[in-house]
């Protein structure tokens, strides 16, 4: 069936250095695609989010890539940061406005 | 501006028992989610309100759960009976598009469910 998922579950970083979070998803018709952070105890957060009409978008330290022809999709974290360990998780949409949400990376920042 | 509210934070109840988990979405947030979220894995739908109307519950197992959303605003969920399968955390979400136009997801903090 469909589904969104992540290539790795787990991945460790030094602080300040730059992470790279990836996500491959089998759904042709998905245009909506969306990174959440989760920490422990606490639901989801939103990142940023992409629609198919674009390649790449840019928010404050973070970057979406997307791939439309391999259906790939990737986080970028600019100078990461003890805060930032977390489960980070991508999800998309398609015609059915339904989100769905892939496995999950657990990212933990090194001192 | 208060975020989505969720309780319980936690319960611990018995198999077979019933439970009930309620959910006030930020004000002014037209459409409701319920998702379930087992243990290292990613949220699933459970089921989508736009208002008061379930526009999507396939995802809900309506032998054991129901969910309302009466009024257009808060939502309960409840399984009756609970399996310990039904172990997890329920998240609720709340979005002020709706369709296509979702928009960004809010999330509260969960309800997480332990069956013994």
């Known amino acids: 069936g469909e589904s969104v998922g992540l290539h790795l579950p787990t991945l460790s970083v030094q602080e300040g250095d730059n992470s790279i979070i990836n996500c491959a998803y089998s759904n042709s018709a998905s245009d909506y695609f969306i990174w959440y952070k989760q920490e422990s105890g606490k639901g989801p957060q939103f990142i940023i989010d992409i629609r198919s009409n674009m390649d790449k978008r840019q928010g404050q330290r973070v970057t979406v890539l997307l791939n439309k022809t391999v259906k790939h999709l990737s986080l970028q974290i600019a100078a990461t940061q003890p805060g930032d360990s977390a489960v980070y998780f991508c999800?998309?949409?398609?015609?059915?406005?339904?989100?769905?949400f892939g496995a999950g990376t657990t990212v933990t920042v090194r001192a | 501006e208060a975020g989505v509210v969720q309780s319980p934070r936690y319960k611990i109840i018995e198999k077979k028992q019933p439970v009930a988990f309620w959910c006030n979405p930020i004000s002014g947030h037209n459409t409701l989610y319920w998702y379930l979220q087992n243990l290292g894995q990613g949220p699933e739908l459970l089921i989508r309100?736009?208002?008061?109307?379930?526009?999507?519950d396939s995802q809900l197992p309506k032998d054991r759960f129901s969910a309302e959303r009466l009024k257009g605003v808060d939502s309960t969920l409840k399984i009756q009976p609970a399996e310990l399968g039904d172990s997890a955390v329920y998240l609720c979400a709340s979005s002020l598009g709706s369709g296509h136009n979702t928009g960004e997801l809010f999330f509260g903090e969960g309800s997480r469910l332990t069956v013994l």
């Open positions: 309100y736009e208002n008061e109307e379930a526009v999507d």
């Open positions: 999800a998309e949409s398609g015609n059915d406005y339904k989100l769905s």
